[in-house]
């Protein structure tokens, strides 16, 4: 990753020092804070992503509506700054609890909940153009890896292709991890466990060559963070493979063009040049997997119809696949693919899909 | 483990050969299965653990009443003695979607939903005393482990001190590692992901030579397994840490006695030595963090009351702890030691409570 720890240092002391000089001169001391509700999320056609657009909000100490978010903004940063002094990582839950005190003399609370000290670090990553991981909080860690690749994480050398059965546990802070040697041609992620395990037994990252990543899901942002530094460093392309449901596509589109809710952080932390390998509801009906579908439920629908409302699916094969689900009223899981045999994916369906660069954008 | 897969086979073996000898001899071919509901499931007070009864089922191919699912334990027993002859796992959802068939000729489905398949699972786990990963049947991964430990797992050497932030991802057939050193004296295991990332951080099992597991809430059945093994191979003593509730105090439950669901292979899960380091409510009082606390809810109440009348819980160290939950009406998470300071329960909290031995049986 570029930036090095010292550059949140010194944004955190920046922030603190424009506090300090308002005071000085007698201002009210106050800070920007870029908006991210709605109507300030775009979606750049050009680099692909949800990012945030210009409007900002003022957040001041004397003003009776900001005063406690302007004390708690201003705990919180000193609390990571402390963080990355102590060379240390901790949950946002932890940092709740650590940061909970009542005033002395009142009755008052610093916080009384997580759901006012979370939105505090965001406005932080916001403000700093920082990540929540650079200021040393740590994310609920989820996802899994295999592959040819060397890694140096906190001084131990790590080789992703020597962890037999398990494979390397994604940890919510990557870009402190240092890359030794990456030997592959893609990565491939796939959103569910089990289908990690079965591509990870028969060796499929061996035989194809590519780095295999497990979500469990949704990715999560350590996840994500990996896909998109193998990306941006390496060149790899990369391939997402989901279940052939709304869902699913979701999972996709979040890594390739990142969340509504995480529209801050998208430039550093989705992968616009991932293409999805499967599963569409034309491959239901191609590899004849009928039998195995579920049908849709009036949930899916809703959703689907979101899905084709969104600015990221409008392209003409998405809209195809997203009608024809509708159309059916069917889904499909990953696992729909052993009604063809145990090894039918990892020995056809995704070599020949891979063979036939046969992906939807 | 002690059951080599030629074991497994042999067990398959043996329950076709006992339907051939019935067609043989004339007679209905049929199985017998012990009974797994509620009132088949006792707690035994000698081994500490949940375990079934003699009471069993006949069930019998010509019987309008068995014959599907007669059928179906065939089907799936075939299933898997295939798997152990191309040495390869899988996961029950695939298992499912792989057996899958329609009858020729008719609308009749082999399986309609996994709610059919996985029973028959359970059943054949039961029948034959075998694990459903020796059938080599996958369940959902979850956990992870650090520690001065080496083992190999398929044909990789791996050393659970030397995988920098990320720990191994414990996968769900631990069955077949081998543990080639194990350098420890004790095992802590901890219900929450980020206390595990905590204490990683702080090096806990390198300053105190444990083996550290995270489960992620409630412990999967890799996690339980390997726990096991490392206490009954090892004779290493294994001390629980969750939230300070009565989900937390299951999840210890569960670890040390089994669970109901899965009575008939507690046995071979469950660490009946185990022991329950924290978090108590004596230690919300004894380390000033009721500011910390969340108030219980009626259905936390609720289940303390249950917890108080399990079998496994009659003892005055839990009777009292639980009693005090429901009068003071609090809980608390692991997160809250935070408030103490962040390298509290890492250098002051887990160390004492071990130095003085302060466990709950």
Not at 259 to 264: D, E, N, R, T, Y
Not at 280 to 295: M, Q, S, V
């Amino acid at each position: 990753m570029v930036m090095v720890m010292n550059d949140v240092t010194k944004k955190l002391n920046s922030l603190g020092e424009d506090i300090l000089n308002d005071i000085e001169k007698g201002k009210n001391p106050g800070m920007e804070i870029p908006i991210r509700s709605l109507s300030n999320i775009i979606y750049n056609k050009k680099t692909k992503q949800l990012t945030l657009g210009n409007k900002k909000l003022k957040r001041s100490f004397f003003n009776v509506a900001h005063s406690k978010k302007f004390m708690q903004t201003l705990l919180v940063a000193a609390f990571c700054k402390s963080l990355v002094k102590e060379n240390i990582h901790t949950s946002i839950r932890d940092m709740y609890y650590n940061l909970k005190r009542t005033f002395p003399g009142s009755k008052e609370n610093t916080f009384d909940q997580q759901s006012e000290s979370d939105p505090i670090i965001v406005d932080l990553e916001v403000m700093l153009n920082v990540l929540r991981e650079q200021l040393r909080l740590t994310t609920d860690r989820k996802g899994i890896v295999a592959g040819n690749v060397v890694i140096r994480d906190r001084g131990d050398l790590i080789d992703w292709s020597k962890l037999g059965s398990g494979g390397w546990s994604i940890p919510s802070t990557v870009e402190e991890v240092e890359f030794k040697k990456v030997d592959a041609d893609f990565v491939l992620v796939i959103e569910k466990n089990a289908g990690f395990e079965r591509l990870h037994e028969d060796k499929f990252w061996k035989k194809h060559n590519c780095i295999l990543i497990g979500t469990g899901g949704q990715a999560a942002r350590g996840a994500r963070l990996l896909i998109q530094r193998l990306s941006s460093e390496f060149g790899l392309p990369v391939y997402v493979f989901t279940d052939g449901d709304p869902y699913g596509w979701y999972i996709y589109s979040v890594i390739k063009s990142g969340s509504m809710s995480l529209a801050h952080v998208s430039d550093r932390i989705s992968t616009p040049n991932a293409k999805f390998i499967g599963l569409t509801i034309t491959d239901i009906f191609k590899f004849n997997l009928k039998k195995c579908t579920i049908k849709a439920r009036e949930v899916d629908i809703k959703r689907a119809g979101e899905l084709l409302k969104y600015e990221w699916f409008q392209k003409p094969e998405w809209q195809k696949e997203i009608n024809l689900m509708i159309e059916k009223g069917v889904k499909a899981e990953i696992e729909a693919l052993s009604h063809r045999g145990l090894k039918f994916m990892s020995q056809t369906y995704l070599p020949e899909k891979i063979k036939n660069k046969e992906f939807l954008p």
